[in-house]
Nanobody
Framework: QVQLVESGGGSVQTGGSLRLSCTAS????????LGWFRQAPGKVREGVAV???????AYPGSVKGRFTASRDNSKNMLYLEMNSLRPEDSGTYYC????????????????WGQGTQVTVSS
């Protein structure tokens, strides 16, 4: 069974940075689109980054220029570098594999991690 595991969440102040990581066991995700999504309490899940198998990434306007997704297929690792964090970036962050349409608008994927909490205080 495919398991995705996120790490790197935590609490930071506005303007701070965090780096999230995601790895998968028993699964070679090289050919697939991966993504990062987040969900705040009372809000719907939203995509913050998708990254295709060739490493090309896409971001919504709310995080573009602040967040950077990257992947290392040789290590089965996915990363999300988050800079200039804002309180509205707080939420549970999930990594996903085989993102439908490889779009951050999709929020549908075949495999999901359990999530890691990010809290940004003002």
């Amino acid at each position: 069974q495919v398991q995705l595991v996120e790490s790197g969440g935590g609490s930071v102040q506005t303007g701070g940075s965090l780096r999230l990581s995601c790895t998968a066991s028993e699964y070679a995700w090289g050919p697939y689109c991966l993504g990062w999504f987040r969900q705040a309490p009372g809000k719907v899940r939203e995509g913050v980054a998708v990254i295709a198998s060739n490493g090309r990434a896409a971001y919504p306007g709310s995080v573009k220029g602040r967040f950077t997704a990257s992947r290392d297929n040789s290590k089965n690792m996915l990363y999300l570098e988050m800079n200039s964090l804002r309180p509205e970036d707080s939420g549970t962050y999930y990594c996903a594999a085989e993102v439908v349409s490889c779009s951050y608008l999709s929020t549908r994927a075949n495999h999901w991690g359990q999530g890691t909490q990010v809290t940004v205080s003002s």
